[in-house]
């Protein structure tokens, strides 16, 4: 049960593929312009890296070393199709808006981060729990980036999540403000690297806070750090 | 009795950065007066909000980063990047178009990576780049000098049609851009990019009542203002003389060789060198010391970098005006070009010899 919560925490906050590992970034950045192509993708992402996860778990002994990330990286291009395929057939509108940014799941790091590190490592249990609690993680960042976005760049939230969700999803549709002008830089690819260094800034703002309670509940004496940055 | 050890250069003029922003700062007023005179007062009320904005951002940020907040205000550099940021923008855009400018300045490219200084980036040009790049109408809403405007706009109206988006007598900006004949005007730089693409050649566009002389109606007095003062600015010796000169030097050679190779589609020196910010561009902003070159070799090869992307920008690229990313594109060369000009250390060899 233990292993359970370490790899909870591990996935969603201390070692979040999003904000701490910095994998996967190139879809991180680029479909992040609305809250449902964020959904959308960060599925995908969940899906894909699951079924990677078991399956590099279950030929983990029968895979010879020496030609591991081959392997590895058919088993999660296969993977990559099926759900291209899956979602070709039943959210055919995200599927064109996600675009090239579903093949290229095959090379999100992230994916084959874990199958390497974890998966190939682990028993499969382990590995599941892992996959879902980091693909967890790296919706979430996606969905709160791009909800910043969407805010921003057009005022609404949920906007076009019947693509995705079919059509009761109308009604998620908020319009947090109507603006006139569209602030387009928050929609182009700078503003996702701009709000995703703040939610980096951010979380290492709140690590910091929670160092700071644990030490003085702790008691301990700070060590002053007089050489690099303590992150 | 201690001793202050201070690094180099040790021998220097005793001016402090509070003291070298405001003179450039007050170098920019033969500038303003022109561009209010002839296009109207707008300009002045974009200076009072991107001021206040800057210094309430300022402030903020420093008192967040648990800085002195008085000492960085008072060193001016907030007040010049929002006057440079004010000036460069049309000056009928609405208020918030300046408020969100000048806070991105100073917030995301200025603080964040560490205050006066540390930026890598011309706070001004990035702020305007962002506005350029996310709100094309309003930035792009240039009226034309008074003198050619059919309706008349008192200081009242600037007023009205920054605040309202409608001057007081109810007229839309995109009224007030229309001249006398009812025809929509734009900078000499639009226009003549919209006719150049419409297949007329240079000559043609150039007798359109926005072209004066050799450049256009009004820019030619505001840039020569600006000129002014930059020269008043390399006899202080607040700025080299290097940058300014590399940067006209090069859009002055490029665009007489491009006008002789290709005379009905490019136009000539004067006209670029008179046209758009050229001249604010090359004295006011391209010599910001922070995200500049430093070495003086490197001074020359960053202005003539700026120079050559003025000019292919404006001759052959998307946007009919080209400073803010060209100082951009430059400022990303600067740690490139510093690190190859970097001057010979006295008593040693030149790097050459030494192979």
């Given at each position: 049960m233990s292993q359970f919560k370490e790899l909870t925490l591990q996935g969603l906050?201390?070692?979040?593929?999003?904000?701490?590992?910095?994998?996967?970034?190139c879809p991180l950045l680029a479909v992040t312009a609305t809250v449902t192509n964020a959904l959308g993708l960060g599925a995908a992402t969940l899906l894909v890296l699951l079924g990677s996860n078991i399956a590099v778990s279950l030929v983990r002994n029968h895979v010879a070393s020496e030609i591991r990330i081959p392997v590895f990286v058919l088993i999660i291009a296969s993977l990559v199709t099926a759900v291209q395929l899956l979602m070709n057939a039943y959210t055919y509108d995200l599927y064109l808006s996600l675009g090239i940014f579903i093949p290229l799941i095959v090379t999100n790091c992230a994916i084959i981060g874990r199958a390497e590190a974890f998966a190939s490592k682990n028993p499969v249990l382990p590995s599941a729990i892992d996959a879902i609690m980091m693909g967890l993680g790296f919706m979430l960042v996606l969905l709160v980036l791009g909800a910043m976005r969407e805010v921003l760049g057009q005022?609404?939230?949920?906007?076009?999540a019947d693509l995705l969700?079919?059509?009761?999803?109308?009604?998620?549709?908020?319009?947090?403000f109507h603006a006139?002008?569209?602030?387009?830089l928050a929609m182009l690819p700078p503003g996702a690297f701009l709000g995703m260094g703040l939610l980096i800034a951010l979380k290492n703002v709140i690590d910091n806070k929670l160092k700071q309670r644990q030490a003085v509940e702790k008691g301990s004496i700070a060590r002053a750090r007089v050489t690099g940055a303590a992150q | 009795m201690s001793f202050k050890i201070a690094s180099?250069?040790?021998?220097?003029?005793?001016?402090?950065t509070a003291h070298i922003m405001r003179l450039v700062a007050l170098a920019c007023l033969p500038g303003i007066a022109v561009q209010a005179v002839l296009f109207g007062y707008g300009v002045l009320i974009q200076l009072v909000l991107a001021i206040v904005t800057a210094w309430i951002s300022e402030a903020l940020v420093l008192k967040l980063r648990g800085k002195a907040v008085l000492p960085r205000l008072k060193d001016n550099s907030a007040l010049l990047t929002a006057v440079l940021l004010a000036i460069a923008?049309?000056?009928?855009?609405?208020w918030w178009i300046i408020v969100i400018g000048t806070a991105f300045a100073i917030i995301m490219v200025k603080q964040l990576y560490g205050g006066l200084g540390n930026n890598l980036f011309n706070p001004a040009m990035a702020a305007y780049v962002l506005l350029l790049v996310s709100f094309p109408l309003q930035m792009t809403q240039w009226l034309p000098p008074l003198s050619l405007q059919s309706v008349d706009l008192t200081p009242l109206d600037a007023v009205c049609s920054i605040f309202t988006?409608?001057?007081?007598?109810?007229?839309?900006l995109s009224q007030l851009q229309a001249s006398i004949d009812g025809i929509t005007m734009a900078t000499p730089l639009d226009t003549l990019r919209t006719d150049l693409g419409r297949g007329l050649t240079l000559d043609e566009s150039l007798n359109?009542?926005?072209?004066?002389?050799?450049?256009?109606t009004g820019w030619l007095w505001v840039n020569l203002a600006y000129l002014a003062g930059g020269l008043l600015l390399i006899q202080q010796k607040v700025i080299s003389w290097r940058i300014p000169l590399a940067v006209i030097g090069s859009l002055f050679v490029l665009s007489a060789i491009a006008t002789l190779a290709a005379p009905d589609t490019i136009a000539g020196p004067l006209f670029h060198l008179f046209s758009g910010g050229t001249m604010l561009a090359a004295f006011f902003i391209a010599t910001d010391?922070?995200?500049?070159?430093?070495t003086n070799k490197g001074r020359l090869v960053y202005g003539a970098l700026i120079g050559l992307l003025v000019f292919l920008i404006r001759n052959?690229?998307?946007?009919?005006?080209a400073y803010a990313f060209a100082v951009l594109l430059a400022n990303m060369a600067v740690p490139l070009i510093d690190y190859y000009t970097r001057p010979r250390t006295y008593g040693h060899r030149p790097r050459s010899e030494l192979k």
């Amino acid at each position: 049960m233990s292993q359970f919560k370490e790899l909870t925490l591990q996935g969603l906050w201390k070692n979040n593929p999003g904000l701490v590992q910095l994998l996967g970034l190139c879809p991180l950045l680029a479909v992040t312009a609305t809250v449902t192509n964020a959904l959308g993708l960060g599925a995908a992402t969940l899906l894909v890296l699951l079924g990677s996860n078991i399956a590099v778990s279950l030929v983990r002994n029968h895979v010879a070393s020496e030609i591991r990330i081959p392997v590895f990286v058919l088993i999660i291009a296969s993977l990559v199709t099926a759900v291209q395929l899956l979602m070709n057939a039943y959210t055919y509108d995200l599927y064109l808006s996600l675009g090239i940014f579903i093949p290229l799941i095959v090379t999100n790091c992230a994916i084959i981060g874990r199958a390497e590190a974890f998966a190939s490592k682990n028993p499969v249990l382990p590995s599941a729990i892992d996959a879902i609690m980091m693909g967890l993680g790296f919706m979430l960042v996606l969905l709160v980036l791009g909800a910043m976005r969407e805010v921003l760049g057009q005022g609404t939230l949920f906007d076009g999540a019947d693509l995705l969700l079919g059509d009761w999803a109308k009604a998620l549709r908020v319009e947090v403000f109507h603006a006139d002008n569209h602030f387009l830089l928050a929609m182009l690819p700078p503003g996702a690297f701009l709000g995703m260094g703040l939610l980096i800034a951010l979380k290492n703002v709140i690590d910091n806070k929670l160092k700071q309670r644990q030490a003085v509940e702790k008691g301990s004496i700070a060590r002053a750090r007089v050489t690099g940055a303590a992150q | 009795m201690s001793f202050k050890i201070a690094s180099s250069p040790h021998q220097h003029n005793q001016r402090s950065t509070a003291h070298i922003m405001r003179l450039v700062a007050l170098a920019c007023l033969p500038g303003i007066a022109v561009q209010a005179v002839l296009f109207g007062y707008g300009v002045l009320i974009q200076l009072v909000l991107a001021i206040v904005t800057a210094w309430i951002s300022e402030a903020l940020v420093l008192k967040l980063r648990g800085k002195a907040v008085l000492p960085r205000l008072k060193d001016n550099s907030a007040l010049l990047t929002a006057v440079l940021l004010a000036i460069a923008i049309p000056p009928y855009a609405p208020w918030w178009i300046i408020v969100i400018g000048t806070a991105f300045a100073i917030i995301m490219v200025k603080q964040l990576y560490g205050g006066l200084g540390n930026n890598l980036f011309n706070p001004a040009m990035a702020a305007y780049v962002l506005l350029l790049v996310s709100f094309p109408l309003q930035m792009t809403q240039w009226l034309p000098p008074l003198s050619l405007q059919s309706v008349d706009l008192t200081p009242l109206d600037a007023v009205c049609s920054i605040f309202t988006h409608y001057s007081c007598s109810g007229f839309s900006l995109s009224q007030l851009q229309a001249s006398i004949d009812g025809i929509t005007m734009a900078t000499p730089l639009d226009t003549l990019r919209t006719d150049l693409g419409r297949g007329l050649t240079l000559d043609e566009s150039l007798n359109r009542p926005v072209f004066f002389a050799f450049a256009g109606t009004g820019w030619l007095w505001v840039n020569l203002a600006y000129l002014a003062g930059g020269l008043l600015l390399i006899q202080q010796k607040v700025i080299s003389w290097r940058i300014p000169l590399a940067v006209i030097g090069s859009l002055f050679v490029l665009s007489a060789i491009a006008t002789l190779a290709a005379p009905d589609t490019i136009a000539g020196p004067l006209f670029h060198l008179f046209s758009g910010g050229t001249m604010l561009a090359a004295f006011f902003i391209a010599t910001d010391p922070v995200s500049a070159s430093t070495t003086n070799k490197g001074r020359l090869v960053y202005g003539a970098l700026i120079g050559l992307l003025v000019f292919l920008i404006r001759n052959f690229g998307g946007y009919p005006d080209a400073y803010a990313f060209a100082v951009l594109l430059a400022n990303m060369a600067v740690p490139l070009i510093d690190y190859y000009t970097r001057p010979r250390t006295y008593g040693h060899r030149p790097r050459s010899e030494l192979k």
